[in-house]
Each structure stands twice: as C-alpha cells, then as structure tokens.
C-alpha cells in the first residue's frame, strides 16, 4: 500500500497473503502455548522477538483505515447501523478527519503510550469544528511542522512521549507550541493547531514536545465580553446543524438564563450536564440529532455524548466552541504517566476573549471512574486470563531487539537492566507469599489497609481549600494515588506526597472517604514496574479495597448583613459571610422566592417588595444559610417653613422611618441637594405658584408638592402694610411723634451715637491716665523702699525714724500736691501756646522741663491735626511728610517735626523760644484745618484740664460746642489718639 505526503493512504496495494499466513500461525503457536506452558510448570515461550520481526515486516497500517472500512459496511457514515462492539478508543476515531458517535462500547486496558512530564494533562490528539448532527467533521487544511505553532502564553510543559503501540496521533497537553527536530520532518499542523504525524509512530518509538499551560483565574475568565477575532470567523465554531428544534434552543435558554458572559453561560451548561445525565457506556444511538436526543430525550451516555451536547447547547448561544478528543491523564507511575485505551476521551473548548481556548468537562467524573472500575472488574473475569495478558506478562520478561533506527544501544542496556528487576521484584513476591501462608497469615485481598487522613485546616470554612494528606498506619508512609472524596464527590488523586487539595463543600460538616486504587495496593504489596502495571488493576480488581472515612465539622457561621430599613420597590444591599469570609454564589430569597445570587465578594443587590411591612432575606448555600427580617416603610418629605414663598429658600426634612436619610438626594426643579447627617437640606423655591420636591433614597423616589406659593406672597405684603399702618397710627395718635420728628431721628441717632463714643473714649483715657499714675505711684513707692532699705543697713535703728507715721502722711501730701501741680503747669503751657494761658519755667530742682512735657502735648495736637493713618507704625518724619502731602504749610510742618524729633531723642532740650516757634506753627497748622482743626485742639486742651481737675481760664467766646464739628473731627480724635500712644 502506498502513502501520500501527508500520510494518508492512496488506496492502491495488494494484500501479502504469505505474511497473513505467517501470522495465523504465530497466533495459533501463541495460543497453544497459553493452554499447555501453564500445565507444564513454569516453563517459558521463545519465539516472540520472531514475532515482533514478522510485524515489521508487514505493510503499516493505513490512518482512517477503521472509519472508511465502517462506511463500507454500512456504519455511521453509509447508513443508520450502529456502532457497538468497539472499544471507547476505536469510537472515537483520532486518526481521521470525521469522528463519528456511536452506540455502546466497551473498555480495553491496553497501554497506548507513556508521557514523561513534570505535570499531568487530557493528552489531546484531535480537534474538530464542524456537527453535522451524526459525526465531527474536522475542516481546514493541514500543513507541514515549520515552527512554533502558537504564540500562546503560559507556562511552558515538555513531554517525551512513548508509543506502547503503533500510533497515527500525537497526543500532546495543549496548547502544543514545538515538537523536537527529529519528529518535525514527520509532521503536520492542522489548521486547529493541532499535530499530526504523517507516519505511523511504531511502537518503542516516541518524540518530544513542548506545550504552553494556561491557567487563567476564573475572575479573569468571568470578565471576559465577547470581543472575538475575526479570524473565529474561518472555521465552524459556531455552526450547529440544520433543523435544530425550538425546544432544544428554549431548554439551552432556560439553562443559562442567569448567565451573562460567556463563561458563565460555559459553566452553566457544564453544571447541568454533569448534574442532569449517567454516565454509561451501554447506549442505544439515537437517529437524527445526537445532542438534541441527548439533552431532551437520553438519561445517560458516555463523554462523546456529553462534549456534543455541551457543544452545540453553547452554539446555539454563539458561545464559539469546538469538540476535542483525547485521554484523560492516566496512571502515575515513578515519573511518568501510562495512558490506556480506557483513558480514551472527549471534551470540549470555549473560546474566551483575550484567554484563547479553554477547556471544559461536561462529563461526570465520578459516575464515569465507577462505571470503568466495574466494567474492567467485568473484563478481569475473563479477558486478562487469556493469551492478551499472557503475551504482554511474558514479553516484559524478556530482551526486545530493536526495531527501528531509532532505537539505540543504550537502550537495551537499560531494558536489560529493567528486565531483570522484575524477575527479581515477581520472584521476592512468590517467596514472600509463600511464607505469608505458611506462617498462617492472611491473604492480600484480606488484608486490611486502612490509612490515616489529616486535614492542614482541621475546622475548615465551606468554600476554602483545604489539603488532604493520606498516610499508611502505624508508619506514617503517605499514600500516593489514594482517591480522596469529599462525601460523595471525588478531588482527586493523592501525589507522591500523598497529598491532594479540594474545595469544602457548604455543609456543616462533610466526610473525607479515601479509596486506595487496586493500582496502588498491588504495587505496594508487591513492588512491581510500570510494566508488570499494565494488567495490574484488573487482577487486584477481586481484591476488597479498604476505605478510610473521616468526618470534619466545619466552620459554617454564616452571616447575613442589610439595612433594618428598606423602601418598597428599592434595591437593598445584602452581604453573606460564612466562616468570617464572603459567601460567594449563594442563592438570596426574599420571602422564599429567589431574588438574586451573591458575587464572589459575597454581596448582592435585591428588589425589596412593593407594599409595606416585613420582608424576609434569606442567603443559602448547600446545607448553610442565614436569614434577618427588613421592614419595608416609604420616605418621607416634610418642608420645614410656615410660609414658603417663591423665590426663597427653604428647609428640608428627608426622612425614613423613623430615622432621617443622611447623604439623600433632594430635587427641586432639577436643581439638586444633599441632606446632612440630621436628614435636613436648604433648597430654593421657584418664583412659581407650585413646586414640586424630590426626594431619592435606594433607587427609588419620593414626591411632595408645595402650593400656594403667590397667596402666600400676597398674605405678607398686606400683613406688611397693615403692620406699618397700625404702628404709624399708634405713635402719632400715642406719643405725638409727627413727620418732622421721623426725618430728626437720623440726627438724633448721630449726635447719641457721638456722646457715646466721646463718653467711650473719655473713659478710656482716664483709665490709661490712672494706670499710668499708679505705675508712676509704684516706681515712686519701690525707690521709697530701696532708700529706706539703704539708710536702715547705713544707719541702723537711727533711720527708723523715717517710717513714722506722720513722716508717711507728709510724703504722701507733698506727692499729690506736686502731682497737681505738674498737671496744672502742663496744661497752661499748653494754653499758653494758643495764647489762652501762661508759660511756666522750667523746674529748678533740676527735674524734667515743663516745657518738654508742653512741647509732647503740642506734638499730639498736631498728630490729631493731620491725622496720619497707622499712626502707631509711623515715625515722626513720615508724619511730616504726609501733613505736607495733605496741604500744610511745609515750614510750619518741619518746626514741629524737628522740635519733637531733638527732644524726644535727647538731641537738645527746647527753649521758651522754639517752643513760642512751635506754637506759632501749630496755630498755623490749625488755621489751615478750618474749624475742624481748631475744634480738635481746643477739646485737647479741655481734655488735660479737665484730668488734673484745674485750668486756666479760657475766653467763652473761644468755647463751641457743635455737633458737626464733633462729626468732622472724630476720625481725628482717634488718629490723635493712636499718635499719642505711639509718642
């Protein structure tokens, strides 16, 4: 038979009826030697590397040979006859472009390859994209191995597979990136990404390849839209076939109704099938449609049936979606894996935005690893006991030659090596059993295993994960390959550590149960390879596998948190906890009837119901659950104003219950407010008759109207008249008071307003003066004391004499005359400078110059002429120069300056004369003031005689009293006021 490029056959070839021959003979030299060897005590069979020679020599078999040859014979393909009788791994047809579904199936344990890699994974080996409702069909051509495959992130898996039989299939984890050097020139890439080979990989032959393993976070996957690449749209991923009945969209609908994304709707379908339908390998096919025979009509099917189903369900959503074939990960055995025919598998892959493809299982694990152990148990009874077990025990036992160039020397060394560790490993197992039974022990299958199971949470929270870790009793070994179930749901495997992690189910306790695989326990007891493995589960199948069971109560304190308060109609929050952390997925029902499902925080948003009184939230889970009662009451809004009126504002009050709303929103118009913590908020009316208020509180919203606005304008404007009306009447007809007397209240109220502020500034200035005089009293006192202090250490009890009373009494009555005195002369002085007085000369005891004191006085009355502003921060000379940027005579302005400036810095003391200059200048200063100015000066004058109690007499006519005057010359009675303080 001949070949094309792609490995195809090309249909052309004759039969060898010679090597046909050879083989009958071999088979019937075989099987007699399984009948009389057995009888004849443990002699062996040569003759099988003969064997293996004459299968080199016979014509490769042809890849899709099996499926064209059942559309010959009238299967699937040429007619409505079922195909039953095959193994799972012949269904499912990898080699060929079209994977027809057929009827029942049964199991073959035989080993088709071994993957040596850090890590397991479903070996795919075929993609498919087009249903015609009977069979897969795979579209697309296929192209030579020239590179990297996929750009594909993820972390990178080699595998170095081994074929334990002729393979027309790659199997590789997806997605496959690059296949090492010496098997590229031998492959093909179909236009789905998957490898293919274009000659048979014989047996003992293998290759390399390397995957890229994504594993993005469900998270990540459920934030996914549905931004798809165009180019999806080259293959039939979302194709379903023709005539796809209403009732199978409507179911599919129904199923993913609460789904959004697609992956949700992914995992819905997923959970129903798992859920929904057996796993059995005996099935009848149905006609027309598989899928929708499967999901209306059919109970149970085996994983073809489900990935099909799975497959045209989320197509009919246009979920892209493509149906894959493979095996499940197999045996673990040292550091590789063995997959068997019964590892043959189907399954499904959803595209997901931005994620690539992602696998899913719609079939049920459980069910299917139950259904496989009983029909292998079934197989044990018999096929294992005939020449296919003989064959392969006694070709492990012995030297294989190699078939191929690409055999090596090393590796006969290295079977060799193998070979004799398993005479040695089946000959320690004979000893060992003949001792055990003679020494009274029991047998294997009587033999109890029970192992220990310990938890690194011992109190778990339900939805937490959680590690299992399985060891031999008493030793403490662990267990590896011991299968761990969570009640009835199975986790998973046991690694080398004997540890495998699961997800706590939501129940308040649950039971760990491990199963120790016949697999494990044979190898255990009896030390075997991987290659006495090959029939091993099937022998120990007889075996009574002990089970450990241990129950855990878990930390299932669950927590329901929302307003005690909610408005009718109004979306509630709501926020589940269970162990002290969120409850995600858990069904919230309002009253019994389910409103909502809580996110992965645990929180959930729920309608409330439309009439008031009590609502019931419950959140549950599985066996756990919460639940707290919500009084639904409506809001309120009450306008806190006895008269609104347009244009004006007004206060609010936004309340709920009984308790006010804080950061509500409030409308008026469209202009909006927020309430404060008391519930209250300040808006304005419009100038309208009505207005309409808003308040929203949890989505919904709540109306008052406010009218009569323009009536109640009207009301006050003629409250307001009548009042003033009613008042005007009462004073004139009352009191008197006319017109007149109205227009002089401004007046009135100016000069009352002036005395105040003079009988202010008079009592000020006499409480400075007094303070200053007992502070001048006080220094005088403490130089009193120093002095009497120095003449009692100088004279000793002679200067007692000072402190006499009467001595006392005469200091005191000479200090206040003296006093009166200075204040008198002060004031003259002052007068005397405006020709209204006398000038005193200068003390002779050689105290402080009267007229220095007169001259200061001067130098306020001329402060309070100019009135500079900030007169405390302003030195002499900036006075000056602003009374002659007001106008004042330069000259005039600069005797004044320079006489205040040479006595106050101790430059000179000034003489009558330059103080008659300063006077001269000072009346020339008030000239220019007007009347203001001289007003300003004589209340000075006045104001020093009245604080010594004594003045000189001063000419009436000179005397005015004018309210104006006051008026004018306030302002400068404080500028003057600041200088004085300031001098």
Same mark, same amino acid.
């Given at each position: 038979m001949?070949?094309n ?8 070839g004759?039969?060898?009826?010679g ?5 009958v003979v071999a088979?019937v ?5 399984a009948?009389v060897?057995?009888a004849?005590?443990?002699v062996?069979?040569?003759g099988v590397? %003969?064997l ?5 020599e016979?014509d490769?078999?042809?890849f899709?040979d099996e499926?064209?040859q059942?559309a010959e ?6 007619s409505?006859?079922e195909?039953?009788g095959e ?7 990898h080699?060929s472009d079209r994977s027809?579904i057929?009827?029942?199936?049964d199991l073959s ?20 994209d087009?249903f015609?409702?009977e069979e897969?069909?795979?579209?697309g *051509?296929r ?6 495959i996929?750009?594909? %992130? ?6 170095t ?7 027309v299939?790659?199997p +590789?984890?997806a997605?496959?990136?690059a296949v ?5 020139r031998?492959t ?9 080979p274009?000659?048979q990989?014989a047996?003992?032959d293998?290759?390399a390849?390397?995957?890229a ?5 469900p998270?990540?996957l459920r934030a ?5 690449p ?7 991923y979302?194709?379903?076939p023709?005539g796809?009945?209403s009732e199978?969209a ?11 994304t697609?992956y949700?709707?992914a ?8 859920s ?7 099935v009848?096919r149905p ?6 025979a ?6 149970e099917g085996?994983?073809?049936?489900? @990935?099909?189903?799975m497959?045209?369900?989320l ?8 149906? &894959?074939? !493979?095996y499940t ?7 590789e ?6 590892n043959a598998?189907?399954?499904v ?13 719609p079939t049920p694990g ?6 496989h152990?009983a029909r ?6 018999g096929e294992f ?6 064959e392969r025990?006694?070709?492990d $036992?012995?030297?294989? *030659?190699p078939?191929?160039?690409h055999?090596?020397?090393g590796?006969?060394g290295?079977e060799?090596?193998?070979?004799g560790?398993?005479?040695?490993d ?8 003949? @001792?055990?039974?003679?020494a $009274? ?5 009587e033999t109890?295993? +029970? ?5 690194d ?8 994960e959680?590690e299992v870790?399985?060891?031999?009793r008493?030793?403490?070994?662990p ?17 080398a550590d004997?540890t495998?992690?699961?997800?706590v189910?939501y ?8 199963e120790?695989?016949a697999?494990t326990q044979q190898?255990?007891a009896?030390g ?8 091993a ?5 007889s ?9 855990v109560?878990?930390d299932?304190?669950?927590t329901?948190?929302?307003?005690a308060v909610? &408005?009718p109609?109004?979306e509630?929050a ?5 162990g002290?952390?969120?409850?995600p ?9 389910r409103?909502?499902?809580?996110? @992965?925080a645990g929180t959930a948003?729920v ?6 009184g009590?609502?019931?939230?419950? &959140? ?6 919460a639940?707290?009662?919500v ?17 004006r504002t007004v206060?609010l009050e936004f309340t709920?219950g009984?308790?006010?709303v804080?950061d509500g929103?409030v ?6 407010a927020?309430?404060?913590?008391n519930?209250t ?5 419009p ?6 208020i808003?308040g929203?509180?949890?989505?919904t919203?709540?109306e008052t ?6 009536r109640?304008?009207g009301?006050? @404007?003629?409250a307001l008249?009548?009042?003033?009306g009613l ?5 004139v007809?009352r009191?008197g ?7 002089s ?5 100016r000069?009352?307003s ?5 009988l202010?500034?008079?009592v000020?200035q ?6 200053v005089?007992?502070?001048e009293r006080?220094?005088g ?12 250490v100088a004279?000793g009890?002679?200067?007692? +004499?000072v402190?006499h009373p009467?001595?006392l009494a005469?200091?005191?009555v000479d200090?206040i005359? +003296?006093?009166?005195d200075?204040?008198g002369?002060?004031a ?14 200068n003390?002779?005891n050689?105290?402080?110059?009267q &007229?220095?004191?007169t ?6 009355a001329?402060v ?6 900030n007169v405390?921060?302003k030195?002499?000379?900036e ?5 002659i ?5 330069e000259?005039a302005?600069?005797t004044v300056?320079?006489?205040f400036r040479?006595?106050e810095y101790g430059r000179?003391?000034?003489s009558? =004369?330059?103080?008659?200059q300063?006077g001269?200048?000072l009346?020339s200063?008030?000239t220019e ?9 004589e209340?000075?004058?006045?104001d020093s005689?009245r604080l010594i $109690?004594?003045?000189t007499p001063v000419? =009436?006519d ?7 005057? *006051?008026?004018?010359? !306030?302002?400068g009675?404080e500028?003057a006021n600041?200088?004085?303080?300031d001098g």
């Amino acid at each position: 038979m001949e070949w094309n490029e792609l490995g195809e056959p090309t249909g052309s070839g004759r039969p060898d009826w010679g090597q046909f021959g050879l083989v009958v003979v071999a088979i019937v030299i075989l099987a007699l030697s399984a009948v009389v060897l057995p009888a004849l005590g443990g002699v062996t069979v040569a003759g099988v590397d %003969g064997l293996a020679a004459v299968d080199d020599e016979r014509d490769v078999p042809q890849f899709g040979d099996e499926s064209e040859q059942r559309a010959e014979d009238g299967g699937v393909d040429g007619s409505d006859e079922e195909i039953d009788g095959e193994t799972l791994e012949e269904t499912i047809d990898h080699g060929s472009d079209r994977s027809p579904i057929g009827g029942s199936v049964d199991l073959s344990q035989d080993v088709q390859f071994t993957v040596r890699a850090e890590r397991g994974s479903y070996w795919r080996t075929g993609v498919y994209d087009r249903f015609t409702g009977e069979e897969w069909v795979r579209t697309g *051509e296929r192209s030579p191995y020239a590179g990297p495959i996929t750009d594909s %992130g993820g972390e990178r898996l080699t595998q170095t597979v081994t074929a334990d039989t002729d393979l027309v299939v790659m199997p +590789a984890a997806a997605d496959p990136v690059a296949v090492d050097d010496t098997q590229a020139r031998d492959t093909v890439v179909s236009a789905h990404g998957q490898p293919h080979p274009t000659a048979q990989i014989a047996e003992g032959d293998g290759y390399a390849i390397e995957s890229a393993i994504a594993d993005p976070a469900p998270e990540a996957l459920r934030a996914a839209g549905t931004d798809y690449p165009d180019s999806l749209d080259e293959f039939e991923y979302r194709q379903v076939p023709d005539g796809v009945s209403s009732e199978f969209a409507e179911r599919t609908e129904a199923i993913t109704e609460d789904a959004d994304t697609p992956y949700e709707k992914a995992t819905a379908v997923e959970a129903y099938l798992r859920s929904s339908k057996e796993y059995s390998l005996e099935v009848d096919r149905p006609d027309g449609d598989v899928a929708e025979a499967f999901l209306l009509e059919m109970d149970e099917g085996y994983c073809v049936y489900f @990935a099909t189903t799975m497959a045209q369900m989320l197509r009919v959503e246009d979920v892209p979606t493509r149906y &894959v074939t !493979g095996y499940t990960t197999g045996e673990r055995v040292d550091d590789e894996y063995v997959v068997r025919e019964s590892n043959a598998h189907a399954w499904v892959e959803v595209y997901v935005p931005d994620h690539g493809w992602v696998a899913f299982e719609p079939t049920p694990g459980d069910d299917r690893d139950d259904t496989h152990s009983a029909r292998l148990e079934e197989l044990g009874e018999g096929e294992f006991d005939d020449d296919h077990f003989e064959e392969r025990s006694e070709d492990d $036992g012995v030297v294989d *030659e190699p078939r191929d160039a690409h055999d090596g020397e090393g590796d006969d060394g290295h079977e060799e090596d193998r070979t004799g560790e398993r005479e040695d490993d089946w000959a320690t197992e004979e000893e060992g059993t003949d @001792a055990g039974e003679s020494a $009274g022990e029991p047998e294997a299958n009587e033999t109890e295993t +029970a192992s220990v199971v310990a938890l690194d949470d011992p109190s778990p929270t339900p939805g937490s994960e959680v590690e299992v870790t399985v060891t031999t009793r008493p030793t403490g070994d662990p267990v590896e390959s011991a299968v761990v179930f969570f009640d009835d749901d199975r986790i998973g495997v046991t690694d080398a550590d004997g540890t495998v992690s699961g997800t706590v189910p939501y129940k308040n306790s649950f039971t760990v149960r491990v199963e120790p695989s016949a697999t494990t326990q044979q190898s255990a007891a009896r030390g075997v390879t991987r290659a006495a493995l090959v029939g091993a589960s099937t022998r120990a199948s007889s075996n009574e596998t002990a089970e450990t069971a241990t129950t855990v109560e878990t930390d299932a304190a669950t927590t329901l948190e929302a307003q005690a308060v909610a &408005v009718p109609g109004a979306e509630l929050a709501v926020t589940a906890t269970v162990g002290g952390g969120p409850l995600p997925d858990g069904a919230v029902l309002v009253d019994g009837g389910r409103r909502a499902t809580t996110d @992965a925080a645990g929180t959930a948003r729920v309608a409330m119901p439309e009439k008031v009184g009590n609502a019931t939230i419950r &959140v549950e889970r599985g066996e756990i659950g919460a639940e707290r009662t919500v009084t639904v009451v409506d809001a309120a809004l009450e306008l806190d104003s006895v008269l609104p009126l347009p244009g004006r504002t007004v206060d609010l009050e936004f309340t709920h219950g009984d308790s006010p709303v804080d950061d509500g929103t409030v409308l008026v118009d469209g202009e909006a407010a927020v309430t404060t913590a008391n519930g209250t908020a300040t808006v304005g009316l419009p100038v309208a008759n009505e207005a309409t208020i808003e308040g929203r509180l949890d989505g919904t919203t709540v109306e008052t109207t406010v009218g009569g606005l323009y009536r109640n304008a009207g009301l006050l @404007a003629v409250a307001l008249v009548g009042g003033t009306g009613l008042v005007g009447r009462t004073l004139v007809c009352r009191y008197g008071i006319t017109a007149e007397t109205i227009r002089s209240l401004p007046a009135i109220a100016r000069r009352r307003s002036r005395r105040a502020i003079e009988l202010g500034r008079k009592v000020g200035q006499t409480v400075v003066d007094a303070v200053v005089r007992v502070a001048e009293r006080l220094e005088g006192f403490g130089r009193w004391c120093r002095s009497v202090v120095r003449s009692l250490v100088a004279e000793g009890v002679a200067a007692l +004499a000072v402190t006499h009373p009467l001595r006392l009494a005469a200091i005191a009555v000479d200090a206040i005359a +003296a006093l009166r005195d200075a204040s008198g002369k002060r004031a003259n002085a002052l007068a005397s400078v405006f020709g209204r007085g006398r000038s005193v000369p200068n003390d002779a005891n050689g105290g402080e110059s009267q &007229v220095v004191l007169t001259l200061r006085d001067c130098w306020r009355a001329f402060v309070k002429l100019v009135q500079p502003p900030n007169v405390r921060t302003k030195t002499p000379g900036e006075i000056g120069r602003y009374a002659i940027e007001r106008g004042f005579s330069e000259s005039a302005v600069r005797t004044v300056v320079d006489a205040f400036r040479d006595t106050e810095y101790g430059r000179s003391t000034p003489s009558e =004369e330059r103080l008659e200059q300063v006077g001269v200048a000072l009346r020339s200063v008030a000239t220019e003031t007007e009347q203001s100015g001289r007003d300003a000066i004589e209340r000075a004058v006045d104001d020093s005689t009245r604080l010594i $109690g004594e003045t000189t007499p001063v000419d =009436e006519d000179e005397t005015r009293d004018s309210s104006v005057s *006051e008026s004018e010359t !306030g302002d400068g009675n404080e500028a003057a006021n600041d200088g004085e303080a300031d001098g």
